[in-house]
């Protein structure tokens, strides 16, 4: 497990509290990361817990799908700098719960699919660097990784910082519970 005290924030949320059952984040309104795309704006606002994240490893976030606002997010943030990041989480749109990515490279793109059978479960997300690429999966408790991503990503030598992250674009008084933050060596196989 890697301790929540091991990470800096990118945008201070407007409370982060550890307890013994997990970190605790509450986020600002208005806070988001977009760049441009088919919405016009750039937002760099959101809140993340960053560490250095290398090619060749493998970083997890875990949290409870416990919000049920249109576009409150969570998730992991893999990032290089404002215009070349990769966030995967899960994000209320439409009404239900979306298992989704957003990769930026100047533009943002979003892909997602329904899963409201995770509202108040918890939800791991899982980023492996390798072959400048990054595979995202994800789960919900112990049930089997879903393949949800496979981008290119920056090659080794980039600076790259990596944690979970958390967003609510539109309110007030959105608050995350992560309970875990892990890295270990990247997954072997794609499939």
């Known amino acids: 497990m890697i301790p929540w005290d091991s990470g800096h924030w990118l ?18 309104r208005g806070s988001d990361f977009w760049q441009r795309t088919s919405y016009g704006f ?8 960053l560490r250095p994240f290398a090619e060749g490893s493998a970083v997890e976030v875990s949290f409870f799908v416990s919000y049920d606002r249109t576009f409150d997010q969570a998730g992991l943030l893999v990032r290089v700098d404002p215009t070349i990041w990769v966030k995967a989480g899960v994000e209320i749109s439409d009404g239900v719960p979306q298992l989704g990515a957003v990769a930026t490279r100047g533009s943002s793109d979003w892909s997602m699919a329904p899963v409201p059978e995770w509202a108040g479960r918890e ?3 899982r980023a492996s660097w390798s072959d400048a ?13 879903r393949m ?9 030598g980039t600076l790259t910082e990596a944690g979970p992250y958390c967003c609510a674009p539109e309110r007030d008084g959105l608050t995350v519970r992560f309970v875990a933050w892990r890295e270990g060596p990247p997954d072997a196989a794609l499939h």
């Open 148 to 156: 949800l991503r496979l981008t290119p990503f920056p090659p080794p």
């Open 123 to 125: 939800v791991t997300i």
């Open 11 to 28: 945008n201070p949320p407007v409370a982060a509290k550890t307890a013994q059952d997990g970190l605790f984040v509450t986020a600002s």
């Open 133 to 145: 690429a990054l595979t995202l999966r994800a789960r919900v408790g112990e049930e089997p990784w």
């Open 42 to 49: 750039e937002r760099d606002t959101g809140h993340a817990l």
